[in-house]
């Protein structure tokens, strides 16, 4: 069965310093999201990604961080200067529609900032 | 706006019990609903999914849930409670006009007693 594949699966990192998670979204898939889960929170919209842009983001994405797809297979997310409260488990998650279907979510990566 | 609220972070219940985790949504269309389980350390795993078809949707592990528009609400439910049922439940909505993006609910954590 097809699924979203993150790596890594745990990534510690120092305050400051830049990060870049990765994605491997489902083949077919248009549709390409970043969410984010603090420790014991809620998942949260980070930003959603079509055809080559941004479709939308939320107010927690700020300049800090960025998208990309740099080729046909991957999607990565790289925040900028980590900060502490940067640490959450980050999930990427993929969709062959826009709205109004399942979002197929990969396992995360927990991301720690120390 | 679309959002989602769960009624209780925590629910009990014993082993053999009946389950049911409540969840109200507010749409201004009619939306596509979700139930999401994590388990600890792990990712999100689809349980079950309303997309304006049958009104009660039957997922994995035994799960099924109603959506009642006149109520709002899609609640879980689950006839009897396995040990293996404690997680992190999560409801979530996916609507046409609420962007590109699914929107949580703060979770519900069910707890099983032998």
């Known amino acids: 069965e097809p699924e979203v594949t993150q790596t890594p699966s745990h990534q510690v990192t120092q305050m400051g310093q830049e990060v870049i998670l990765r994605c491997v979204p489902i083949s077919n898939h248009l549709y390409f999201y970043w969410y984010r889960q603090i420790l014991g929170q809620k998942v949260e919209f980070l930003v959603s990604?079509?055809?080559?842009?941004?479709?939308?983001k939320s107010e927690i994405f700020d300049d800090q961080f960025s998208v990309e797809r740099p080729d046909g297979s991957n999607f990565t997310l790289k925040i900028r200067s980590t900060k502490l409260e940067d640490s959450a488990m980050y999930f990427c998650?993929?969709?062959?529609?826009?709205?109004?279907?399942?979002?197929?979510f990969g396992q995360g990566t927990r991301l720690t900032v120390v | 706006a679309q959002s989602v609220t769960q009624l209780g972070s925590h629910v009990s219940v014993s082993e053999g019990a009946l389950v049911l985790l409540r969840c109200n949504y507010s749409?201004?269309?009619?939306?596509?609903l979700f139930w999401y389980v994590q388990y600890p350390n792990q990712g999100l795993q689809l349980l079950l999914k309303?997309?304006?078809?049958?009104?009660l949707v039957k997922g994995i592990n035994g799960f099924e849930a109603e959506f009642k528009k006149s109520e709002t609400s899609f609640h879980l439910t689950k006839p009897s409670a396995h040990m293996s049922d404690a997680a992190e439940y999560f409801c979530?909505?996916?609507?046409?006009?609420?962007?590109?993006?699914?929107?949580f609910g703060a979770g519900t954590r069910l707890f099983v007693k032998a």
């Open positions: 979530a909505v996916s609507a046409g006009t609420g962007g590109f993006k699914t929107i």
């Open positions: 749409s201004s269309v009619p939306p596509y």
């Open positions: 309303y997309t304006s078809a049958a009104t």
């Open positions: 998650a993929s969709s062959e529609e826009m709205v109004n279907t399942e979002a197929f």
């Open positions: 990604f079509y055809n080559n842009e941004i479709s939308e």
